[in-house]
């Protein structure tokens, strides 16, 4: 792999440190003197000129692509075939790596369209391709782990040059502070790779591959020799310690959704191991984290939808774009918490959520896009910034008064120094809760009643002037299955913490708009749509995962068997075209749309691409159905995934929050019900955060043990790990089970 730094040239060594970060592998290793890769021709070939832009050609596309088709770059979508021309025409392939719900990206991509000797340097010395990171998922992770295990910080977008061999050369990401020094960045770097591809392409090609291929496959995830049931313990204790009280952040978050930290805590508070003090520690801080980050800061008070992420330090100065997975994780972990609390605070945010999620992310399709930028990444012209005066010429007085006390706006502004270290936003405010409705209705001395009707009529006016003053508002309507599996998942949150029926049919229905129209003639799992088409576009593991686990969402609380069926022969499917022999590692493609047949294993959450963990959700869709159908296969997969995700969870607490956050759930208490289950017993345990167990006369049930010879007909036997807790005949015996 040889790195090329904008400034000099080096072949780095690959700290590991890294280890802990990320894994990559390589099939087809190739020794030091191996001849070039040869390229095999497709059985169906369409040659397409590439001294043009053809983004506006393809099918197989999305917003931010075909945004792009008018660009002076000659860009390309991803394909093997560009690799072809590249090694014909002795090229080597710049790849942009961005997305659509990503304004930084285009914020990247207008510097480079409007510079003609950018575009031009481009054109003549690459092959260029523009890669969608919602569609190509699994390419934004490569570029990450490189930039990881270089020392280079992991933003978006991300570029990497490769060779005609599909082998990375060179790779950067580009960041705030070289944003305004674009055009000489990728100049330089260009410029390093093409002259040392011309003077001598046999040597790049050489020693980007054997090194690539030596250090990569020199650090894949250790093992653990023995199961160890306190590790992840250990592991939630550190990532609880990152929590700061005093000023209502989270260390290291580094591009991290809020809500999944709040969700980990969450689950964690009813881990059976650990000690009063700790459980209720754990719950302070998801309350915490929740109202001062989430209700507090990402939550918009004009729309209810959930904001993206924080930009820098604080949730007073968010992301100004409002995603899928962003609504997802956050109504999810607000029903979780919910739950836990009873605290009504929590499921009206929720569902204010997932009411914005129907209202401004459905597609005329069925399906749900991407997500939706509400600002420039620049700060100018920013309609979700406001001045004083701007809301003072837009309320009544009255209205301003009140306006001011609930999102203490300011004339000199409300963004504190450490989100703001240039002043830039000075004299500027975000639109942000700073206080409850309690505390409000205390400090105004107005009822609650009259003070929520005062504040609908102002965020209503705001949001009218929000959107006749918004200069920028980009869609992506791209569809990907596994964001809309997290809805389905997110609907029967809503459907047990709430026992609204409507929200139970709304998950029902967009599985079923997944097995409709996600999947192809053959039968295999798709990863994406748009324009109301599905696009050929094989599943990625973290589709199958998801999917699967929606599945087992939908059949725990319907007792519709079909769903516990389909999210099994999901399971399956995944495991036929992406695990290895022994149920112990998971590629995240089958590696047929890349040039050299990459092994990319999610395995680990890199914090700023905010990725998440295809093994940690497999590791708990396995015990699931493990618990649910018995089987030893299901039993060795989860074992052997849990022995390699327990090597790193004390090293990197956060990149393993998906494996943490499903290790907590699993260890909830499981309701093993006789089926059919009564409508009684079943509704008694839908509200409590609960695993549920239908079990059947013919079933195997590993989990249940001696115990099914006490669960009889219209009875529940409830259990946390090996422990028996009672059994119960009745809605109000099985509610104190479960408190």
Do not use: V, W
């Given at each position: 792999m040889l790195r090329l730094s904008p400034d000099h040239i080096r072949l780095p060594l690959l700290s590991y440190s890294a280890i802990g970060i990320i894994t990559l592998g390589l099939t087809n290793s190739c020794k030091e003197n191996k001849p070039a890769i040869v390229l095999e021709p497709e059985a169906t070939e369409i040659v397409i000129p590439m001294d043009r832009n053809n983004l506006a050609q393809t099918t197989g596309t999305s917003s931010f692509l075909h945004n792009q088709a008018d660009s002076k770059v000659h860009w390309q979508p991803w394909s093997k075939n560009v690799f072809k021309v590249a090694s014909g025409e002795n090229k080597t392939v710049f790849a942009f790596i961005g997305d659509g719900t990503d304004s930084h990206s285009l914020s990247i991509l207008k510097k480079i369209n409007d510079s003609p000797a950018t575009c031009a340097a481009l054109n003549s010395s690459h092959i260029n391709v523009l890669v969608d990171a919602n569609q190509h998922q699994d390419l934004a992770f490569l570029a990450a782990s490189l930039n990881v295990n270089t020392g280079t910080s992991v933003n978006s977008p991300q570029l990497v040059w490769f060779s005609h061999e599909g082998i990375p050369v060179s790779w950067t990401s580009i960041n705030n502070n070289n944003e305004l020094n674009i055009h000489e960045l990728i100049s330089r770097m260009s410029n390093t790779v093409t002259h040392l591809w011309q003077d001598d392409p046999s040597y790049v090609l050489s020693n980007s591959r054997t090194d690539f291929i030596r250090r990569l496959e020199a650090i894949k995830p250790e093992v653990v020799e023995e199961d160890d049931p306190i590790a992840p313990i250990r592991a939630v204790r550190q990532a609880g310690s990152m929590f700061d009280p005093t000023s209502n952040t989270i260390d290291n978050l580094i591009g991290l959704f809020p809500a999944r930290y709040t969700a980990l805590m969450t689950l964690s508070a009813y881990h059976p191991d650990i000690s009063d003090i700790k459980r209720k520690n754990y719950s302070d801080i998801a309350k915490s984290t929740a109202e001062n980050i989430?209700?507090?800061?990402?939550?918009?008070p004009l729309d209810g939808g959930s904001f993206s992420g924080i930009q820098q330090a604080t949730s007073a100065l968010p992301v100004f774009a409002k995603t899928l997975p962003a609504q997802t994780s956050t109504a999810q972990a607000l029903y979780r918490l919910y739950q836990l609390t009873k605290d009504s605070q929590y499921l009206t945010a929720a569902d204010a959520?997932?009411?914005?999620?129907?209202?401004?992310?459905?597609?005329?399709d069925g399906g749900y896009a991407m997500g939706i930028i509400y600002a420039d990444h620049d700060i100018v012209d920013n309609p979700c910034i406001w001045t004083l005066e701007e809301i003072e010429a837009a309320l009544t007085e009255e209205e301003t008064k009140l306006c001011v006390q609930a999102f203490e706006i300011s004339g000199l502004g409300?963004?504190?120094?450490?989100?703001?270290?240039n002043r830039s936003y000075f004299r500027k405010n975000t639109l942000t809760w700073k206080l409850s409705m309690s505390e409000l209705a205390t400090l105004t001395g107005i009822p609650q009643e009259s003070l929520k009707e005062k504040l609908e009529s102002i965020t209503k006016k705001l949001a009218k002037l929000r959107t006749e003053k918004s200069a920028t508002r980009v869609e992506e309507k791209l569809t990907t299955t596994d964001s809309m599996a997290a809805l389905a998942s997110a609907y029967v949150s809503a459907y047990r913490a709430s026992g609204n029926q409507a929200r139970l049919e709304k998950a029902k229905g967009i599985l079923t708009f997944i097995q409709k129209n996600c999947i192809d003639g053959s039968g295999t799992?798709?990863?994406?749509?748009?324009?109301?088409?599905?696009?050929?576009?094989?599943?990625?593991g973290i589709d199958y995962v998801k999917v699967s686990r929606a599945a087992l969402d939908l059949y725990e609380v319907s007792q519709d068997s079909t769903w516990l069926e389909w999210a099994a022969k999901i399971h399956q499917q995944m495991n036929s075209r992406l695990s290895d022999a022994e149920f112990?590692?998971?590629?995240?493609?089958d590696g047929s749309t890349y040039p050299h047949p990459f092994k990319i294993r999610q395995f680990i959450t890199i914090k700023p691409l905010n990725n998440e963990c295809t093994w940690g959700i497999a590791y708990s869709n396995a015990k699931r159905l493990e618990n649910n159908l018995g089987g030893t296969d299901y039993a060795k997969q989860a074992?052997?995934?849990?022995?390699?995700?327990?090597?790193?969870?004390?090293?990197?607490?956060?990149?393993?929050?998906?494996?943490?956050?499903?290790?907590?759930?699993?260890n909830l208490k499981t309701v093993y019900l006789k089926a059919p289950a009564s409508a009684e017993l079943l509704n008694a345990a839908l509200p409590h955060a609960c695993q549920i167990v239908h079990v059947t006369a013919d079933g195997s049930y590993p989990g249940l043990k001696d115990d099914a010879s006490k669960l009889t007909s219209g009875g529940a036997v409830v259990k946390q790990g090996d422990k028996t807790l009672g059994t119960a005949a009745s809605a109000q015996d099985l509610d104190k089970l479960l408190r």
């Open positions: 989430i209700l507090a800061g990402l939550i918009d959520i997932l009411d914005y999620t129907e209202k401004n992310l459905a597609l005329p409300n963004i504190p120094l450490i989100d703001d270290r799992l798709q990863r994406s749509r748009y324009n109301g088409q599905l696009l050929d576009s094989q599943a990625h112990s590692s998971l590629s995240e493609t074992h052997n995934i849990r022995l390699h995700l327990l090597s790193m969870t004390d090293r990197a607490p956060l990149a393993s929050i998906d494996f943490l956050t499903a290790d907590a759930q699993l």
